[in-house]
Nanobody
Framework: QVQVVESGGGLVQPGGSLRLSCAASGFTLDEHAIGWFRQAPGKEREGVSCTSNSDGTTYYTDSVKGRFTISTDNAKNIVYLQMNSLKPEDTAAYYC????????????????WGQGTQVTVSS
């Protein structure tokens, strides 16, 4: 029943912007933390951002701080990732996932995962 679907990926030049969307169904954002992960070719998956309405916490990995912003439309059950000043190293498949949390420097999501949306930053 719990489902998330990502959209908004694409090809963008360095310095450009994209906004990813994650449509959630089967739950409310007050019930489950939600966030974004990414995986680049040949690299391990990494957490990007995670937000929890229930405890009021929001996390960003260091490499995106000041450039990416996570936000939620609670009425529509949509979470966004606004990505500005994109760099080639941001190129990855981006996944929305529920029940995310950060333990020390490790990121986890133990709920539902989307299929991913590709972000490619290249000139």
């Amino acid at each position: 029943q719990v489902q998330v679907v990502e959209s908004g990926g694409g090809l963008v030049q360095p310095g450009g912007s994209l906004r990813l969307s994650c449509a959630a169904s089967g739950f409310t954002l007050d019930e489950h933390a939600i966030g974004w992960f990414r995986q680049a070719p040949g690299k391990e998956r990494e957490g990007v951002s995670c937000t929890s309405n229930s405890d009021g916490t929001t996390y960003y990995t260091d490499s995106v701080k000041g450039r990416f912003t996570i936000s939620t439309d609670n009425a529509k059950n949509i979470v966004y990732l606004q990505m500005n000043s994109l760099k080639p190293e941001d190129t990855a498949a981006y996944y929305c996932a529920t029940d995310c949390f950060v333990d020390d420097s490790s990121w986890f999501a133990i709920g539902s995962w989307g299929q991913g949306t590709q972000v490619t930053v290249s000139s």
